[in-house]
């Protein structure tokens, strides 16, 4: 298995990875990143948002999952889009992308990650309180536009 940069080639594999991910939890529906504008083009978008990225863990050319960070603040960024397929899942993978991450990001001086989720991801939320991610009270300010969202976390770098 690798993690590396996300590839054209790669952007509608994550986007329907994506999709099938809220569509089975019910939140295919505006105010997620099910509806962004930017979903079926990562690469372009991770590619043109500074100190930015968007990784892809993959296995035999087959794509199993994602994970990216964009700037929310000169010192804080935003882990955006962590998905990986149901069958991929409890299997290391979605912990290797946020490790990949994380220190992605601390390198590009990101003293902290923040992240928006639901309470109906219940799983990826134990999964980010394992992680270090702490539980806030009140979302950040930020443009994702995503008021479907009602769990904020942040963990320091």
Same mark, same amino acid.
């Given at each position: 298995?690798?993690?590396? !940069? ?16 809220? +569509?089975? *939890?019910?939140?295919?529906?505006? #105010?997620?990143?099910?509806?962004? !504008? ?17 990784? *892809? ?9 994602? &994970?990216?960070? &964009?700037?929310?603040? !000169? ?8 998905? *990986?397929?149901? +069958?991929?899942?409890?299997? #290391?993978?979605?912990?290797? $992308?946020? +490790?990949? $991450?994380?220190?992605?990001? =601390? ?13 109906? $991801? =219940? ?15 009140? !979302? ?14 942040? =963990?320091?770098?």
């Amino acid at each position: 298995m690798t993690i590396r !940069p996300i590839e054209e080639k790669d952007d509608q594999a994550i986007a329907q990875i994506i999709k099938k991910s809220l +569509e089975a *939890v019910g939140l295919d529906q505006e #105010g997620t990143a099910y509806t962004d !504008p930017q979903l079926n083009h990562l690469t372009s978008y991770y590619s043109e948002a500074p100190k930015s990225q968007y990784f *892809v863990m993959s296995s035999e050319n087959k794509i199993l999952g994602g &994970a990216g960070y &964009a700037r929310l603040t !000169p010192e804080i960024a935003e882990l955006q889009k962590c998905y *990986v397929t149901k +069958e991929a899942r409890r299997q #290391g993978i979605a912990s290797a $992308l946020i +490790e990949h $991450l994380e220190q992605e990001a =601390k390198e590009h001086d990101y003293q902290a990650i923040y992240l928006e989720s639901s309470s109906l $991801l =219940k799983e990826a939320i134990s999964f980010y309180r394992h992680h270090g991610y702490e539980k806030l009270s009140k !979302p950040l300010p930020n443009n994702q536009n995503h008021h479907a969202m009602d769990i904020w976390m942040m =963990k320091k770098l």
